[in-house]
């Protein structure tokens, strides 16, 4: 059975960081791309960043480019979105997702609400 | 970038109804399109990709069409766990990009 379980969010001041982490299990994840989807409260979804297998090319949503940055560890399954410089319009659920192109699988989700 | 344009917003229906949602593209994206489904507090449920490709247990009574600019998802007698909140997504090219969502209710 495929898993993608996200940990990480929280509350967080306007300007500070956070880390999010998604474990993955069920298939090979070092042999796909990888992708952080996010959704503001009462709003559509929203595309943030993709990663590629080896980690080798990140792709990034432009209002993030500079704040943020994907990362994985293959060998701990692992899918990392690190997000600095915080801004109110940043809270939202995030959700780390299987992209194939389309995105075939998706974790449950990690609050992170930016707020003073 | 891509603007995906989806209408309606909001659609009643009833059960058993034939329901029809559009996504239009601001440019084209070919076929490279896939459709979600997503109920409140879940995450989306992937449908269909390849702009009429049905996922692998997805309910045969979706199904979706179009390319290039215009993009249809039609529900075929709507069912109770239908009553959700549809998003289309193109891949094309970066940045990816979604529909506002169409809102399927009870009428």
């Known amino acids: 059975e495929v898993q993608l379980v996200e940990s990480g969010g929280g509350l967080v001041q306007p300007g500070g960081s956070l880390r999010l982490s998604c474990v993955v299990s069920g298939f090979n994840f070092g042999s796909y791309y990888m992708a952080w989807v996010r959704q503001a409260p009462g709003k559509g979804l929203e595309w943030v960043a993709n990663?590629?297998?080896?980690?080798?090319?990140?792709y990034y949503l432009d209002s993030v480019m500079g704040r943020f940055t994907i990362s994985r560890d293959n060998a701990k399954n692992s899918l990392y979105l690190q997000m600095n410089s915080l801004r109110a319009e940043d809270t939202a659920v995030y959700y780390c997702?299987?992209?194939?192109?389309?995105?075939?699988?998706w974790g449950q989700g990690t609050l992170v609400t930016v707020s003073p | 970038d891509i603007q995906m344009t989806q209408s309606p917003s909001t659609l009643p229906a009833s059960v058993g109804d034939r329901v029809t949602i559009t996504c239009r593209a601001s440019q084209s994206i070919n076929s490279w399109l896939a459709w979600y489904q997503q109920k409140p507090g879940k995450a989306p449920k992937f449908l269909i990709y390849?702009?009429?490709s049905l996922e692998t247990g997805v309910p045969s009574r979706f199904s979706g069409s179009g390319s290039g600019t215009e993009f249809t998802l039609t529900i075929d007698s709507l069912q109770p766990d239908d009553f959700a909140t549809y998003y289309c997504q193109h891949y094309n090219n970066y940045p990816l990009t979604f529909g506002g969502g169409t809102k399927v209710e009870i009428k």
């Open positions: 990663i590629k297998e080896q980690g080798t090319e990140k």
């Open positions: 390849q702009a009429s």
């Open positions: 997702a299987r992209y194939r192109g389309h995105f075939d699988y």
